[in-house]
């Protein structure tokens, strides 16, 4: 039987949309059926073994999107394996450190049971619009800080894990 997996996100500026495509595109390369979606179109995740969630940082949140995400599909997440990521420090930090999950993210991790949380350098450039966004990059704090060979190896581990519950049942 092949394993289905869904690579939901909630992204602000695109970034974390990145991130999710290159995450499902490893699972894929390692033999498993993964699909990349926004979190506010996936309605059902009933086909899905399971399920990795993922939601841009800002303001030292998750997003709006990924939380409603895991209210509306609570139930059946708890019924499968989940990984969780989030992705925001517009610094080198998520490459140097593990980075805990912001509260929110804690918080819904709690709720569903969640094997993992790991946290990924993010992206603002030039355009961005906002406020907020605005100011960081009016502090010159901008920039591209996502490492995609973490992004890859931390893939390709979770499709390890995948493969073994798999194996296993």
């Known amino acids: 039987m092949t394993q289905r997996v869904m690579v939901a996100y909630a992204t602000k500026y695109g970034s974390t949309a990145e991130i999710a495509e290159v995450v499902a595109a490893t699972l894929r390369n390692e033999g498993i059926d993964a ?28 997003l709006r999107d990924a939380r409603r995400f895991v209210r ?53 450039e030039a355009g961005a619009k906002g406020r907020v966004a605005r100011m960081i990059l009016e502090e010159d704090r901008g920039g591209d800080f996502r490492d995609f060979d973490a992004i890859t190896t931390w893939a390709t581990a979770t499709a390890a ?9």
């Open 72 to 124: 509306r599909h609570q139930r059946a997440l708890r019924e499968r394996a989940v990984w969780v990521f989030s992705s925001g420090p517009l610094d080198p930090s998520a490459s140097e450190r593990d980075i805990g999950p912001v509260p929110s993210a804690g918080r819904a991790m709690c709720r569903i049971h969640a094997r993992e949380h790991v946290t990924f350098g993010g992206r603002l």
């Open 35 to 62: 699909e990349a979606a926004p979190a506010s179109k996936v309605t059902d995740i009933g086909p899905y073994s399971a399920v990795i969630l993922g939601s841009a940082l800002y303001m030292g949140r998750w």
């Open 161 to 169: 894990e995948i493969k073994a519950l798999r194996e296993g049942s």
